[in-house]
């Protein structure tokens, strides 16, 4: 394949919202790759919305995104769905199918988008599984998997077709500290052994400070980004005490709700 220079991921001029009510405005930023970037900010900012635009799913009220160079924006339908097949992404939970065992769950995107074959199939479901630390459990049901195990599924899932790109939706919600600590690992073993790209959107500051290369921190009032930039850097040097208060204890306790445990899975 032929080697891309620039960033993975370009946001220009993007306002996002739900009909008319705008939510966030006129952002301008760029995930370059091989980068773990953190999407920040208070309940109810906009973090979700904004992933769900840049991952295709809602059309922006303006501006673009643009995905390895390509506007995801921009493609019509055929083009679009080629460029969302590129990145893998992983939801609250795992979001697998509680009927069907974790080896078909992960089977499932190689066979609606390759034409490998069964065994091929078979082999590469078991080395992803191996890569989230999952091997052996293939023949598992969601419902008998801890709310890590189902977390590190989902990822062998978004990891199937072997994306340079992936978005995590709040990795470590629900889970305990041990087992979030291992999440993370798991994450910058991606980006160092793969050069992976890691967009992730997060509540969790230990979390943050861990794995995040840059994080953008939202702003619910002014609907923009109030800081861009390292999180240690921004929590030690931003102007916007906003932004400090938010990166230290003080400004979780006040600003982000904990999540509720997460046991099931969907
Ligand atoms: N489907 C929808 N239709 C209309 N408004 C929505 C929809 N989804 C979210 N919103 C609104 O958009 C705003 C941003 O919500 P979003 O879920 O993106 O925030 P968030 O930062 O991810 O929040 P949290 O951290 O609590 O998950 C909120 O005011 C929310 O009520």
Request: proline share 5%; hydrophobic share 40%; charged share 25%.
């Amino acid at each position: 394949m032929e080697k891309r220079t620039g960033p993975e991921i370009e946001v220009r001029s993007l306002t996002i919202g739900y009909g008319n009510k705008v939510v966030l405005k006129d952002l301008n930023f760029q995930v370059e790759s091989g980068e773990i970037f953190c999407i920040l900010g208070g309940s109810g900012c906009g973090k979700s919305t904004l992933l769900k635009h840049i991952i295709g799913l809602y059309a922006p009220q303006k501006g673009d995104i643009l995905i390895q160079g390509d506007s995801i924006v921009q493609a019509d339908e055929r083009h679009r769905r080629e460029i969302m097949r590129r990145f893998g992404v992983t939801y609250q939970g795992g979001a697998l199918f509680s009927s069907m065992s974790l080896a078909e769950n992960v089977a499932l995107p190689l066979e609606e988008y390759t034409q490998l074959s069964a065994k091929e199939i078979a082999r590469t479901v078991e080395e992803k599984l191996r890569l989230v630390d999952l091997a052996g459990f293939g023949n598992y049901m969601p419902a008998e998997l801890s709310g890590g195990m189902a977390k590190r599924a989902g990822l062998a899932r978004a990891l199937a077709l072997n994306p340079k790109l992936l978005f995590f939706d709040e990795p470590s919600a629900g889970l305990d500290p041990i087992t979030s600590a291992e999440l993370d690992r798991l994450l910058l073993r991606l980006r160092d052994q793969f050069g992976s790209t890691i967009v992730v959107v997060t509540h969790e500051l230990d979390s943050v400070f861990t794995i995040a290369d840059r994080v953008i921190m939202l702003d619910k009032e002014t609907k923009s980004i109030v800081a861009d930039g390292p999180p240690v850097l921004l929590r030690d040097t931003s102007p916007n005490e906003k932004v400090r208060a938010f990166l230290t204890r003080d400004g979780l306790k006040s600003d982000v709700p904990r999540e509720p445990q997460i046991t099931e899975v969907s």
